[in-house]
């Protein structure tokens, strides 16, 4: 099939962007999202041309690089899947694809469709740990969890910090991976003892770093590759109500 | 104990300063402020449909209410507190929500979203202008001055014949059935996301909540709107 590509391109953080239009031809349906673009590229620089720069590394929907606001859609149009296993298999001869980075003042644009995510390391650095060493994968229920707990927190560490929840929201926040992170480990006995003081410095470092506001639309649970829910949300509001108070009394 | 209580006041404050400072907090503050606003409503309307039970009825209503003037002045001290509250921390987090994204989209679904909740900031806006319209008109007797002198037969201030002089006119009317509409469109997303501000959903209970909050909204337009059209209709006289 033969698409037309309509592809953010910036040369750098201090150089403003604009759309390139490309056409990619023989696009095999069996083809990732990500190969299209490889085979783009290798054209571009046949023809001496700057290839297009984009975020991946394991292409196999784990490791949380690839990123790529798709036709308005962050990770493109299937549920639950990183832009590295989205196939061409799902678009048709003659479409056009309009390819941006994901865009939130938090998130500058490094080059073309890479932005720098660092703001969700300094989140993780302002409290997504457990202080002290809690030793080795214990033996199974040496350490009894019940079972809801244990999937929850499972649930939430599946988050793999892609940052689609900011691009997919209308005000740029970063709540439902800011929740994921402080539910997985809320929500284990290891993680249950710091609780109060990381709820209240994730979220203090949420706001500094600039995010927007939860509207509770729920765009970041529909466009999230790993299904982390809203619930994760409503976790952490409860859990910095409750920190919040406490410091207040103790 | 002296000392503790003053040290414990202090660090209040200072807890609630931080709320409000936090992103997390002001979306307390929206949901706290909004079901007070939201409660209001209710009750508001529940003594309104009275104007359906007679002229006697609601002047008496209208006079109860205005009697207890340390109530009514507790009462009303909070809904201006709350509409303010409200009003501040919307308009800040927009600004913030602005400010997190500078560059747009060329091409940007807000996905799941739904009419209600892409449109809080307009129909929060008309909300407000018609609520110092409706205020002027029923409340502080501006409009028209001539309403203050509106007598009913007990001597009371006749609230019946005030509606149906307000109403009688159609720009009055429409306005205010407009502005009921865009009130029950926002709260059938207000309700339900003040729950979930305040961490008090999930999805056992989403569909519930979801549910009630568009019934809520649907009962409120029909019972607000069925006012003036009782009047325009002659259906009240």
């Known amino acids: 099939m033969n698409l037309t590509l309509r592809i953010w391109r910036q040369k750098n953080a201090n150089t403003p962007g604009e759309f390139v239009t490309y056409e990619a031809k023989d696009v095999s349906p069996d083809m990732s999202f990500l190969e299209m673009l490889d085979v783009v590229n290798e054209e571009l620089m046949r023809r001496g041309e700057e290839p297009i720069a984009f975020d991946n590394d394991c292409r196999e929907g784990i490791c949380g690089m690839c990123s790529l606001m798709i036709n308005g859609v962050p990770h493109g149009p299937l549920p639950q899947t990183a832009t590295c296993q989205l196939h061409m298999r799902v678009y048709k001869d003659g479409d056009a694809i309009t390819i941006e980075p994901w865009r939130a003042a938090p998130f500058p644009v490094i080059k ?121 949300i409503a976790r952490m509001n409860r859990l910095y109500l409750k920190a919040s108070v406490k410091s207040g009394l103790e | 104990m002296a000392a503790t209580a003053r040290s414990l006041r202090a660090s209040f404050s200072g807890v609630l300063m931080r709320l409000w400072r936090s992103s997390l907090g002001k979306k307390y503050v929206m949901a706290v402020t909004g079901l007070i606003l939201f409660a209001f409503v209710v009750g508001h309307l529940l003594g309104n449909l009275l104007i359906f039970a007679g002229r006697t009825q609601i002047n008496e209503y209208a006079q109860v209410l205005k009697s207890n003037l340390p109530l ?53 806006l008309v909300i407000l202008g018609f609520v110092i319209f409706h205020l002027a008109q029923f409340t502080l007797l501006v409009v028209d001055r001539s309403y203050a002198t509106l007598v009913d037969a007990a001597g009371r201030h006749d609230v019946h014949r005030m509606m149906i002089e307000g109403f009688q006119n159609p720009v009055v009317s429409v306005f205010y059935i407009i502005s009921v509409a865009l009130l029950s469109l926002h709260l059938s997303h207000g309700v339900a996301s003040s729950f979930q501000s305040l961490g008090a959903r999930s999805k056992k209970i989403e569909w519930n909540l979801k549910r009630v909050s568009l019934i809520v909204a649907i009962v409120l337009f029909a019972g607000f709107a069925s006012i003036p059209v009782a009047v325009l209709t002659g259906l009240v006289k």
């Open chain 1, 112 to 232: 073309d469709l890479i932005v720098d995510r660092s703001a969700f390391d300094r989140i993780i650095q302002s409290g997504g740990y457990v202080s002290v060493s809690t030793g080795g994968a214990p033996d199974g229920n040496t350490l009894p969890i019940p079972k809801d707990d244990a999937d929850r927190a499972f649930d939430a560490a599946a988050c793999i910090g892609c940052g689609a929840c900011v691009a997919a929201c209308k005000n740029a926040s970063a709540v439902l991976f800011t929740s994921a992170k402080i539910s997985h480990l809320a929500l284990m006995p290891q993680g249950k003892v710091e609780q109060d003081r990381r709820v209240l410095k994730m979220v203090a470092q949420m706001d500094e770093e600039g995010f927007g506001a939860c509207t509770n639309i729920g765009s970041c649970e529909a466009a999230c590759p790993k299904g982390i829910t809203l619930d994760n």
């Open chain 2, 72 to 124: 009514l002045w507790s009462a009303r001290l909070v809904l201006l507190v709350s509409v303010v509250l409200h009003v501040v921390a919307a308009s800040q987090l927009a600004h913030t929500d602005r400010r997190a994204r500078r560059i747009r989209y060329s091409k940007f679904h807000i996905l799941d979203s739904t009419l209600a909740n892409r449109t809080l900031i307009v129909s929060g």
